[in-house]
């Protein structure tokens, strides 16, 4: 997805969900399957075979099934979860969403209210993040505030993200060039930064980070592939209205 919308998590990305019916027998279950499982399903299917026949045992068609149909759903949450951030991982998230004014502290397993001594600069960022793939900029902004190490790419990035998307594009690219100060491979920031010039209707430095981002980590990249589009997408907006 690109990033002049919503951004990756580094995005409200949304969670596809699996609906199934009963099925009959092992066979109308892999039948039914996510593509991606059918192989791992006839795995199992396999493995069953192999031990009715080594220990003669058997089940019944209905206990064969619902074997069979809770693989499914166990292979389908492999292929249906969200997508997670760049650099993020499954425990960086929070486990819980916490009410106004709360955050999920990864020690103590339960929400704590925002001004809590117990938050680390983790917990902080990870509840910011989640706000800014809901929109929340304001509430993003306030907890990445309180980081205390504000010397980090990731929270000078999503201060600018944040800033800019709540309408302040010079004072988000003023964040995005702190985050770069500190790290110029954070690649994200230049694909934001880029982003922020086109806001302001300069393509030429667009560009220029288009072709930063492209020696960093060429052309395939998603930072690459996400500003390029922004970029032809001002382009053809730009002939639209000159015809």
Known sequence: MTHGGLPRFDGNQQRRHA???????????????????????????????LMT????????????????????????????????????????VPKKKCKKGYVWSKKRKKCVRKTSELLTDDDLYWQARAYVDDGKYKLALDLLQRVKNQNQPRVLNYIGYSTRKLGNVDGGITYYRKALSLDPNYNVAREYLGEGYLQKGDLGSAKQQLAEIAKRCGTSCEEYKDLAEEIAKYEAKGKATSL
């Open 19 to 49: 609906h199934w019916r009963w099925l009959a027998t092992p066979e109308d279950c892999i039948a039914e399957a996510p593509r991606p499982a059918v192989s791992a399903l006839l795995a199992i299917k396999m493995g069953y075979s």
């Open 53 to 92: 026949k080594r220990f003669s045992f058997t089940l019944t068609t209905l206990q064969a099934s619902a074997i069979v149909l809770v693989s499914v759903f166990a292979v389908a949450q492999l292929y249906t979860a969200p997508a997670l951030a760049a650099g993020s991982s499954s425990s960086s």
